[in-house]
C-alpha cells in the first residue's frame, strides 16, 4: 500500500508511519521536524519538510497514494484562532483538495472529542449526541469546522472517515503525562475536586489499531464518524497516584475547588492576552475543564463496525510510558 501520513513527524502520526512501514507500506510522511523526518528517511520513508498551509506542497502529496492518514494538526489549549484556522480548516482542506485531484482511494480524517466539551458532565457520548452551540476553545470550534470540511466532500463522492481519539498517551507522549509531571516538579499538581470526575484515555498503539483498521473498513464503514478510547474510565484519584508510583516520584498533589481553579485559570488567562506576546499561561479554562468535569465515550460503533478492541490496558500503558520515562537518554 502506498500511503501519506500528514503530522508523521509528530507522536501519532510518527507511531502510525513506524508501522506502515514494518507492514512493507511505502510510506510518504509529511512533516516539521526535520530530524525526525531524517530518521524516518533512513527507514526507507519518503519525508517531506512541510507545513499544512502550504497548499501546493500538500496537494502534491496525494499524487500516487492509495490511503492518506490526516494526523498533522495544531493541537493545544491556547493559541490564536487565526492560526487554529489556518492549520486545521485550510490544511484539511489542501488535504481534500489534493485527494480530489490525485483520486486518492481513501482518507482518514484524525479529529477530536473536544467538539464535545461543554464544560458539563457528559458520560458515555455517542457520535450521534448534539454538539456544543459554542465550541470550548479555538482548538475545538476549528477541528469541528474540519470535520464539516470532510463530510461535505464525503457528500461529493470521497470515500473519506473520521475518527476521535481521546487523551493519546504512551511512549513518546509531549503533552498529557508529561504536563503533569512538569506541573508536579514546579507547583504540585492540581487535583480538582478530589480528582473524581471521570474521563477516558488512549494508548497510543490502540489509536494507530483503530486508523489502521479504518483503512482496511468495509464500504459500510465509510463516511462515518468514529469514537476511539480505551473503553476504560479512570478517574485522577486513582491514575495520577499510580503514574507516580510507576515513576518513582513523590507526588505532589494540591487539592482544590472547581471555582478557584476556574477563577484562577480565567486570570491567568486575561493577564496571557494583555501581556506581550500571548504565551499560554500555566492554566487555561478549558484545562481546569478537562480534569474537573467528566466526560466518556461510547465506543460501540467501532467496535461493531471497524472490529475495534483495545489491545494495550491503561495500567500496560502506563507502565510503557513510565519505563521509557525513566530510561537515560
Known amino acids: 500500500m502506498k500511503a501519506l501520513v500528514t503530522g508523521g513527524t509528530g507522536f501519532l502520526g510518527g507511531r502510525l508511519a513506524e508501522r506502515l512501514l514494518d507492514?512493507?507500506?511505502?510510506?510518504?510522511?509529511?512533516?516539521?521536524?526535520?530530524?525526525?523526518?531524517v530518521k524516518f528517511a533512513a527507514k526507507g520513508a519518503r519525508f517531506i519538510e512541510a507545513d499544512l498551509r502550504d497548499e501546493q506542497a500538500i496537494v502534491n502529496a496525494c499524487l500516487g497514494q492509495e490511503a492518506v492518514f490526516h494526523c498533522g494538526a495544531l493541537s493545544s489549549p491556547w493559541g490564536?484562532?487565526?492560526?487554529?484556522?489556518?492549520?486545521?480548516?485550510?490544511?484539511?482542506?489542501?488535504?481534500?483538495?489534493?485527494?480530489?485531484?490525485?483520486?486518492?482511494?481513501?482518507?482518514?480524517?484524525?479529529?477530536?472529542?473536544?467538539?464535545?466539551?461543554?464544560?458539563?458532565?457528559?458520560?458515555?457520548?455517542?457520535?450521534?449526541?448534539?454538539?456544543?452551540?459554542?465550541?470550548?476553545?479555538?482548538?475545538?470550534?476549528?477541528?469541528?469546522l474540519a470535520e464539516v470540511e470532510v463530510l461535505q466532500a464525503i457528500s461529493a463522492g470521497?470515500?473519506?472517515?473520521?475518527?476521535?481519539?481521546?487523551?493519546?498517551?504512551?511512549?513518546?507522549?509531549?503533552?498529557?503525562?508529561?504536563?503533569?509531571?512538569?506541573?508536579?516538579?514546579?507547583?504540585?499538581?492540581?487535583?480538582?475536586?478530589?480528582?473524581?470526575?471521570?474521563?477516558?484515555?488512549?494508548?497510543?498503539?490502540?489509536?494507530?489499531?483503530?486508523?489502521?483498521?479504518c483503512?482496511?473498513?468495509?464500504?459500510l464503514a465509510w463516511g462515518r464518524i468514529f469514537n476511539i478510547s480505551n473503553d476504560e474510565p479512570v478517574q485522577l484519584s486513582t491514575i495520577i497516584p499510580?503514574?507516580?508510583?510507576?515513576?518513582?516520584?513523590?507526588?505532589?498533589a494540591k487539592a482544590v475547588s472547581y471555582r478557584a481553579?476556574?477563577?484562577?485559570?480565567?486570570?491567568?488567562?486575561?493577564?496571557?492576552?494583555?501581556?506581550?506576546?500571548?504565551?499560554?499561561?500555566?492554566?487555561?479554562?478549558?484545562s481546569v475543564g478537562i480534569l474537573g468535569r467528566s466526560q466518556t465515550l461510547d465506543i460501540s460503533a467501532a467496535r461493531q463496525m471497524l472490529g475495534y478492541t483495545p489491545q494495550v490496558s491503561i495500567e500496560e500503558g502506563l507502565q510503557a510510558f513510565a519505563a521509557v520515562w525513566r530510561t537515560p537518554l
Open 80 to 144: 490564536t484562532y487565526r492560526d487554529f484556522f489556518e492549520t486545521n480548516v485550510k490544511g484539511t482542506r489542501h488535504i481534500l483538495h489534493g485527494c480530489r485531484i490525485h483520486k486518492v482511494q481513501r482518507l482518514v480524517h484524525v479529529s477530536t472529542p473536544s467538539v464535545y466539551f461543554n464544560f458539563t458532565d457528559r458520560l458515555n457520548i455517542s457520535e450521534a449526541d448534539p454538539l456544543p452551540t459554542r465550541f470550548a476553545n479555538a482548538y475545538a470550534a476549528t477541528k469541528r
Open 23 to 37: 507492514a512493507g507500506s511505502e510510506v510518504t510522511i509529511i512533516g516539521r521536524n526535520a530530524a525526525i523526518g
Open 242 to 252: 499510580r503514574l507516580f508510583a510507576m515513576l518513582d516520584i513523590p507526588l505532589r
Open 215 to 219: 483503512q482496511q473498513a468495509p464500504d
Open 261 to 286: 481553579a476556574y477563577g484562577l485559570a480565567a486570570m491567568l488567562e486575561l493577564a496571557a492576552y494583555l501581556l506581550p506576546g500571548n504565551h499560554e499561561p500555566l492554566l487555561t479554562r478549558y
Open 158 to 213: 470521497l470515500q473519506a472517515m473520521i475518527i476521535r481519539p481521546r487523551a493519546i498517551f504512551g511512549p513518546g507522549d509531549s503533552s498529557i503525562l508529561p504536563r503533569i509531571i512538569r506541573a508536579n516538579a514546579s507547583r504540585g499538581v492540581p487535583i480538582i475536586n478530589g480528582g473524581h470526575a471521570w474521563m477516558d484515555l488512549t494508548y497510543i498503539d490502540n489509536v494507530v489499531d483503530a486508523l489502521l483498521l
